[in-house]
């Protein structure tokens, strides 16, 4: 059974700093895409950033220039560096991978950012 776990959730201040992580486990396949989404009270689900076996990668237009993404697609595993924190970014993070037509999240880890 696949597994994905997130780590790194927490309180930081705004303009604060946090490195989310999330590891794959019980898989025997490498997932052509892995991905960070997240979640506000009240709001749908909506993507972060993804990135594919090979690299590239994409950002929603709110975090471009504040957040990385990155991943290690022999571990099956990805992060995502959030720096410049701000209250509006508080959510669930649920890590994504994605393989064939398949998909598997995490169970997701809170992000709260507030003074």
């Known amino acids: 059974q696949v597994q994905l776990v997130e780590s790194g959730g927490g309180l930081v201040q705004p303009g604060g700093s946090l490195r989310l992580s999330c590891a794959a486990s019980g898989s025997f396949f490498r997932f052509n895409a892995m991905g960070w989404y997240r979640q506000a009270p009240g709001r749908q689900r909506e993507l972060v950033a993804s990135?594919?076996?090979?690299?590239?990668?994409n950002y929603a237009d709110s975090v471009k220039g504040r957040f990385t993404i990155s991943r290690d697609s022999a571990k099956n595993t990805v992060a995502l560096q959030m720096n410049s924190l701000k209250p509006e970014d508080t959510a669930v993070y649920y890590c994504?991978?994605?393989?064939?037509?398949?998909?598997?999240w995490g169970q997701g880890t809170q992000v709260t950012v507030s003074s």
């Open positions: 990135i594919t076996d090979i690299g590239t990668t």
């Open positions: 994504n991978g994605a393989w064939r037509a398949n998909e598997y």
